[in-house]
Structure formats: structure tokens, C-alpha cells
């Protein structure tokens, strides 16, 4: 094989030129592989001897995208647009050979290739939207050519990978091949050779084109489906706005306005934002002290320990993936009431058509519900999700002491307790983790993992990868009163509390919020959660909340008794409450606070400065390893949107002396609880940011 750059090289196999890309680790398309692209497909076009060319990927994967590390650079020659003409408008076939995963640029380039044959187990995607991007290689007016606008727009907007087989059914690949993939691939440019089949042009299909023209309506219908779980995003709307072009303009005019809408989102923040994000959850997964290689038990089997809501969507997420759970209950009647809840989620799922019947069995098959606690003697990961109360907690741990395999991984759930104290009541701490789910647990991705003082590096390393492999972000933390992101989260909640009494309302509150990009604020997620669950905590912690204590008392627990700050309807609608006005005001008077106006960007200052004031405490105490791991946190487990990198990272946006500024002056009237954390005050010190520090 001849080098053309260092990631590219060309060998001429019989008839076939076969250029293979070797940019591990997931052959991205950095400036020397579009280079060698460039050069190779040049020289193959030019040998004589060579009829057909082959384009195949050494490694795990066919080419995953554009190389994100060169975004925001200036452009290296040679750009993707001039390599992609160049295989299109090639003289002689060129076949694309994918396997593991075609994504993005990736992709684009399979689509200016003539032909496309994939492994098996192949996926094919345009992932840009997900970093707030949008494909700008073509993909937005090639992909409709060929799978049909509708197709085309679930899967740029929805930025997810098909299989190999779909593909095949779409037309976006043209065999699914067996065994040695560059042979396939080779034999299979031999037959278009032999048969002397046409140089397929994407760029000339009109057909599929042709059914969505002169009919509006199509794109109206996509964008209010999509309306909700895009809002914020800059990228998707973008990305409608391109496969439009391709339905109304002609190729090039559409490559045109892709370049345009491309460029508007490479440049946006919510871009940078999002490629921060992507950088920020992989970063997640390093932990200084525990190497990748660190031995991991293997989970062929777990158990979880109490069938609440908690226990109930925990043990779903090990069915999900195919391991056997075995859920223990106290009394039959509490668990029967648990597994009900399971298979009811099961078939809500299915009602959406987003299981069959069959998966619904196949999962419900994988639980097994006891009232025998010897029964997880061959659980290989027990996680308890019983009451939140430590002498319960260390009952049951000293219980799976006695019962559980030796070198089984036990695991709490606890969202506010001391792990090293319940690890304690065991002869085996170093086998005691914490796995803070998120409520539903079937649904959030993230789990706190909270490595305890004896926690062993095999314990965190397990904890880790069993939560990838249930499909969730862990992040690893470590113990203190809420983790991360339930002490923050307090910081917050004292704020709105506040401001409450001060003259906003909750409406107000939670309005500041929605618009900034949560899905709720923090009143409607009080509502949500259930008003007395936090009311029992503060009873236990002997703590008052003049609003929250008073709707309690009314029996106002939220949305489960149709009232708490709001009143809900039939269609649990939230509905301001004129009662809940007359509470509040009630209960400044009694405190003797004026109240005023406020304005919105006061309330947006004041609930979101003391969370990154906390998030600082958090990284000077060492309980979270790196700002971008908080940032993780937020983003999986609170729904902070996306589209702003997470608190540390818009604290850097914002500009960390704006921050620090404001909360000195907040100091001066309401005293320590407003005092900047050392390392914010150090950062603004070196003219740093929390993400580059
Ligand atoms: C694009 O293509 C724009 C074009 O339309 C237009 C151009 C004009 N670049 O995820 P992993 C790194 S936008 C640079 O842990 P997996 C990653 O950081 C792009 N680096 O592996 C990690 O580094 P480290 C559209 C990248 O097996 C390592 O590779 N494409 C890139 O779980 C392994 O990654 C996408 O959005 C990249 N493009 O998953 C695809 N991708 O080891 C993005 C990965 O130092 N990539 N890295 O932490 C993915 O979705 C997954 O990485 C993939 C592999 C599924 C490929």
C-alpha cells in the first residue's frame, strides 16, 4: 500500500483501487485524511489498470464525521465540499465499504460515493444536530434524494442512526455484505464493472424530491411534531430549512444554502455549547485514579432491593438490557403493587408503540419479584432503593452482607445520606458504592456515583461500566450532604423560596426558568415530586418554609392531590392559584417583608449565581473531579438545557467576575451566605474560566 498522508493509503488489488482511511480512533476526517481522500481518489482515477475504486476504514469504524477539534480553527485545505466533488464526479465507480458506524461527514461522503455496501451490524447517521450543527457536506440535500423528505428530516432532526438493514430497505446502501468487508466490497465493484451499471449520481435524483414539492404542509406537520423536544435548539429549525432547499432549489443553489445555514450554526453558541457537551460527557468517564484497565466484575445478574418508584424504574433498566433483576420486598402486597407499576410503564411504552408485546414479556420475564431476601445470593450487583432513613439503610446492608456473593457490588441509592455510614454496617466497605438515580429512574440517564472513603478502584470501575452498560451517564462524586446535584439544587430552591416572599410568584419563577431552557421550574417540579415529600425532610431536619409548610397543611401536595402551587385541571394543566397568592402575601406580611417587583433577570441571577457559587465549593472539597463533570450532572439529571453547556460552563459565558461582583454585593445586605468561593474568587483572580482552569 502508498502512502498518501499519514492517514490515508492506496493499493491497487487486481482491477480494484482500494483507498483505506486509518485515523483511529474513529477515523474522523481531520486535514490529512481529506487530503489523502483527495490525492488518493485523484491517483486512482488516473491508474490505467484500475476500474472501479473502494473507500474502506481500518479499525472499529467506518468515518464517524467531520474531526470536531477542528471546528472553530480556520478551515485546512483541502475543504470537504471540493473532496466530495471530486469522488462524485470520479470517471470510474466508487464504492463506499462501511461497517461500525457511518456518521456525519462520514456519511456524506458514503453519499457522494456511487455506490454504498455495508456490514451487518453497520449504522448510518447525521449527527451534527446533536452539536448543535447541522450535516454541511451535503447531507441535507443528498439523504432526501435517496431515502425521501420525511425519512430525511426524522433523521437529521432527530440525529439518530439507522441499522444496516433499514438502510438497505431505504436505498442507502446497495447490499448488506458477509465476512472480509474489503473483499465484499471489492467483488461487489467488480460486478458493477461486469455489468457495465452507471456512475450513480445522487445529486441527479429528483423522484423522492419530487412527492414532498408544492406541499408545505409536510414540513408544517415535522416542525410542530418536533416543536417540544427542540425548543431552544438552534441547529433543528436550521436543519428543516436545508431539506426545504433541497425540495425547492436546484442541487447546487441547495448546497448553497446548507454552506449558509452551516456556517450560522457553526458560529452560534448553543454550538459551542453542545461540542463542549460532547467533550465534557466523555471526559466524564476518566477517573485520574482508576485506569480504564481496571478489572471490572462481570453483571450477569442483579438485584434491587425495595419495589417503590425508585426500585421499580431501577430494576426496569437491567431488564431494558437483557440481565435478570431480582426485586425484594418486605410484604407481598408492597411488592405486587410494584411489579404493577413496572409492567403498567412497560405498556404505556408499548401503547406509543415504542415496544411490542413480545419485548413487554421479555422484560417483565427478566423481573423477579420475592419476598426472600436470601434470593440476590446470586446477584452480581444489589442496589437498595429502600426509605431514606440510615437505620434502615444499615439493616439492610448488614443483611446483604450475610446474603450477597463475595465479590458482589452493593450499592445504595440514597440521595442525601453518608455512604461511609452505611457502608459501615457491612465487613466489606470496599465493596459499598452509591448509584444516585434520578427519578424516573427508568428514564433519566444520569446516576451520581458516589465513591465512599473505603470504596475499592474495582467497586468504582463496576459502578461505572454497569451504568454504562444499563445505558446511563455516571458521573463519579463523592460524599457529602446532596452529592452535586441536589446540593446545588438547594441553593437554588432557598433562592426561589425567597424571592417568593420578596414579591415574585411562583408563576413568575418558574416562567425565568422555562424560558432560560428547563423543561420546568422549580415550583412546578415541587409540584411535581410531591409537596410532601420534602415537607417530611424538613419536619426530620426540624426546618420551617413559611409557603410550602402552610399548602402542606392543606393537604396541597402537588399534582397527585390536583393542588399545590398550582391548581390542575383534568388535563393536568397547571393553573396559577389565587389561593396560593393569598398564602404568599399572607406570609410576607407575617415576616414583615415589603414585598416589590421583581425582575425577571434579577430571579434568573439570583437561582442560578449561588448554584455555581456552590459548584465551585464542590470542586475546592474535591467531592466532584472536574467543573465539567457538574456540568454533566445538570444536564442528564435536571434538565439543564443543553444548549448551554451546563452551569460551570455558561458561569464562563456569563464571565466569572460578573458572577463574583454580584454576589460581594449581595454579601454586603444579606452576609455570608452570598460569599464567593475561594476558587471563584481565585479564577477571577488569573482571568480564567471554570472549564479552562
Ligand atoms: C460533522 O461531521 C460535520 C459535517 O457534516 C460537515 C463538515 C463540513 N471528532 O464516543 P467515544 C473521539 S460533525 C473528533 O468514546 P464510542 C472522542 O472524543 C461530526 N474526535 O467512542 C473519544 O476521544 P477520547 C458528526 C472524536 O465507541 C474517542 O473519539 N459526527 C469524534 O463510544 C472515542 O469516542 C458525530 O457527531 C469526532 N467526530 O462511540 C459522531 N468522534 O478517547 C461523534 C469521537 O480521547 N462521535 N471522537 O475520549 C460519536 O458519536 C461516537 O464517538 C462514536 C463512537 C459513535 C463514533
Same mark, same amino acid.
Given at each position: 500500500m502508498t502512502a498518501i498522508t499519514r492517514s490515508v493509503g492506496l493499493a491497487r488489488r487486481g482491477r480494484v483501487a482500494v483507498l483505506t482511511v486509518d485515523n483511529p480512533?474513529?477515523? +474522523?476526517?481531520?486535514q490529512h485524511v481529506r487530503q489523502g481522500l483527495r490525492d488518493g481518489v485523484k491517483q486512482a482515477a488516473a491508474d490505467a489498470e484500475a476500474a472501479a475504486i473502494v473507500l474502506v476504514c481500518a479499525g472499529r469504524t467506518f468515518i464517524a464525521g467531520a474531526d470536531i477539534t477542528e471546528f472553530g480553527k480556520p478551515l485546512a485545505e483541502p475543504g470537504l465540499h471540493e473532496v466530495l466533488d471530486l469522488i462524485e464526479g470520479a470517471p470510474k465507480p466508487v464504492v463506499a465499504a462501511i461497517h461500525g458506524t457511518a456518521l456525519g461527514g462520514g456519511l456524506e461522503v458514503a453519499l457522494a460515493c456511487h455506490y454504498r455496501v455495508a456490514g451487518k451490524t453497520a449504522r448510518l447517521g447525521l449527527p451534527e444536530v446533536r452539536l448543535g450543527l447541522l450535516p454541511g457536506a451535503g447531507g441535507t440535500q443528498r439523504l432526501p434524494r435517496v431515502v425521501g423528505v420525511e425519512k430525511a428530516l426524522a433523521m437529521i432532526v432527530g440525529g439518530d442512526p439507522i441499522g444496516a438493514s433499514e438502510a438497505l430497505k431505504d436505498g442507502l446502501v446497495d447490499e448488506i455484505v458477509d465476512g472480509d468487508l474489503t473483499a465484499a466490497a471489492m467483488a461487489f465493484a467488480e460486478k458493477i464493472v461486469a455489468e457495465r451499471r452507471p456512475l450513480k449520481k445522487i445529486r441527479d435524483l429528483d423522484e423522492k424530491l419530487a412527492a414532498a414539492r408544492g406541499k408545505p404542509e409536510v414540513f408544517a406537520s415535522f416542525r410542530k411534531s418536533v416543536a417540544r423536544q427542540t425548543r431552544g435548539f438552534r441547529a433543528p429549525e436550521r436543519c428543516i430549512q436545508c431539506v426545504e432547499a433541497a425540495v425547492n432549489l436546484p442541487f447546487d443553489r441547495g448546497i448553497e444554502r446548507e454552506r449558509e445555514l452551516f456556517l450560522d450554526v457553526l458560529s452560534s453558541p448553543e454550538s459551542k455549547a453542545q461540542r463542549y457537551f460532547f467533550f465534557a460527557e466523555r471526559e466524564a468517564a476518566k477517573i485520574p485514579d482508576v485506569p480504564a484497565d481496571t478489572p471490572v466484575r462481570e453483571i450477569r445478574a442483579a438485584a434491587v432491593i425495595g419495589a417503590g418508584t425508585m426500585g421499580g424504574g431501577i430494576a426496569m433498566n437491567f431488564a431494558n438490557v437483557g440481565i435478570p433483576v431480582t426485586v425484594v420486598e418486605v410484604a407481598r402486597e408492597a411488592l405486587d403493587r410494584g411489579l404493577a407499576v413496572v409492567r403498567k410503564n412497560y405498556e404505556t411504552t408499548a401503547a406509543k408503540g415504542r415496544l411490542t408485546s413480545q419485548d413487554v414479556e421479555k422484560r417483565l420475564g427478566l423481573i423477579r419479584g420475592t419476598t426472600e431476601f436470601a434470593a440476590i445470593a446470586d446477584a452480581d450487583i444489589v442496589v437498595e432503593a429502600v426509605f431514606e432513613e440510615m437505620p434502615i439503610k444499615k439493616q439492610v446492608f448488614a443483611r446483604l452482607d450475610a446474603v450477597a456473593k463475595a465479590d458482589a457490588l452493593l450499592a445504595t441509592n440514597t440521595s442525601t445520606l453518608d455512604v461511609d455510614e452505611i457502608a459501615s454496617a457491612t465487613a466489606r466497605p470496599e465493596s459499598v458504592i452509591g448509584m444516585h438515580f434520578f427519578s424516573p429512574a427508568n428514564v433519566m440517564r444520569l446516576v451520581e456515583v458516589v465513591r465512599a472513603a473505603k470504596t475499592s478502584k474495582t467497586a468504582v470501575a463496576t459502578a461505572m461500566s454497569a451504568s454504562r452498560r444499563i445505558q446511563k451517564v455516571p458521573v463519579l462524586v463523592g460524599v457529602c450532604f446532596g452529592f452535586v446535584g441536589n446540593r446545588m439544587l438547594e441553593e437554588r430552591g432557598r433562592e426561589a423560596d425567597k424571592l417568593v416572599l420578596e414579591g415574585a410568584l411562583p408563576q413568575q419563577i418558574d416562567k425565568v426558568l422555562y424560558d432560560f431552557g428547563f423543561p420546568m421550574g422549580p415550583f412546578a417540579m415541587h409540584d411535581l415530586a410531591g409537596l410532601d415529600v420534602s415537607w417530611r425532610i424538613r419536619k426530620g431536619l426540624g426546618k420551617k418554609s413559611a409557603v410550602a409548610d402552610r399548602l402542606c397543611e392543606l393537604g396541597r401536595f402537588g399534582q397527585k392531590t390536583g393542588a399545590g402551587y398550582y391548581r390542575y385541571g383534568a388535563d393536568r394543566a397547571a393553573a396559577p392559584d389565587p389561593e396560593v397568592e393569598r398564602i404568599i402575601l399572607e406570609a410576607s406580611s407575617r415576616l414583615g417583608i415589603e414585598r416589590r417587583p421583581i425582575a425577571d433577570d434579577e430571579i434568573l441571577a439570583r437561582l442560578l449565581y449561588p448554584m455555581v457559587n456552590e459548584g465551585a465549593k464542590i470542586l475546592d472539597e474535591k467531592i +466532584?473531579?472536574? +467543573?465539567s463533570d457538574i456540568d454533566v450532572i445538570w444536564v442528564y439529571g435536571y434538565g439543564w438545557p443543553m444548549y448551554r453547556g451546563g452551569p460551570m460552563f455558561w458561569a464562563d459565558q456569563v464571565g466569572l467576575r460578573t458572577i463574583r461582583d454580584k454576589l460581594l454585593e449581595w454579601q454586603k445586605h444579606e452576609g455570608a451566605v452570598w460569599k464567593p468561593a475561594p476558587r471563584l474568587e481565585r479564577l477571577v483572580a488569573e482571568g480564567k474560566g471554570f472549564v479552562q482552569s
Open positions: 480512533p474513529v477515523n +474522523a476526517l481531520s +466532584a473531579i472536574r +467543573a
